[in-house]
């Protein structure tokens, strides 16, 4: 099974940009559809992005269209959050998650049968 390593989260001012990345371990990312949740301080996990095996389908949660983007680097075996335009409700610890079903892309949590461990991002107004 893949093992999900997330990193890149750290504090930052609002305005902005920050890069998550999910390395993968012991299996192929580019085989698994991917995304990011985020869960803020007494909220439920949510929704950010996700990404498809083809790399042809991206998903975005409505707050953060136009500010986030999500992509993939097979030879790094990695997909990468780009956060740009930072608010302090951004703040929470997000997760990677991977889905190995050829199913369409989630925006489920139920979606994804693989989590990482989360990376915190802080944002200060």
């Known amino acids: 099974q893949v093992q999900l390593v997330e990193s890149g989260g750290r504090l930052v001012q609002a305005g902005g940009s920050l890069r998550l990345s999910c390395a993968a371990f012991g299996r192929t990312l580019s085989n698994y559809a991917t995304a990011w949740f985020r869960q803020a301080p007494g909220k439920e996990r949510e929704f950010v992005a996700a990404?498809?095996?083809?790399?042809?389908?991206?998903k975005y949660e409505n707050s953060v269209k136009g500010r986030f983007t999500i992509s993939r680097d097979n030879v790094k075996n990695t997909v990468s959050l780009q956060l740009s335009s930072l608010k302090p409700e951004d703040t929470a610890v997000y997760y990677c998650?991977?889905?190995?079903?050829?199913?369409?892309?989630?925006?489920?949590?139920?979606?994804?049968?693989?989590w990482g461990q989360g990376t915190r991002v802080t944002v200060s107004s």
């Open positions: 998650a991977g889905q190995s079903s050829t199913n369409p892309v989630s925006v489920y949590e139920d979606g994804y049968n693989y």
């Open positions: 990404i498809s095996r083809a790399d042809d389908i991206t």
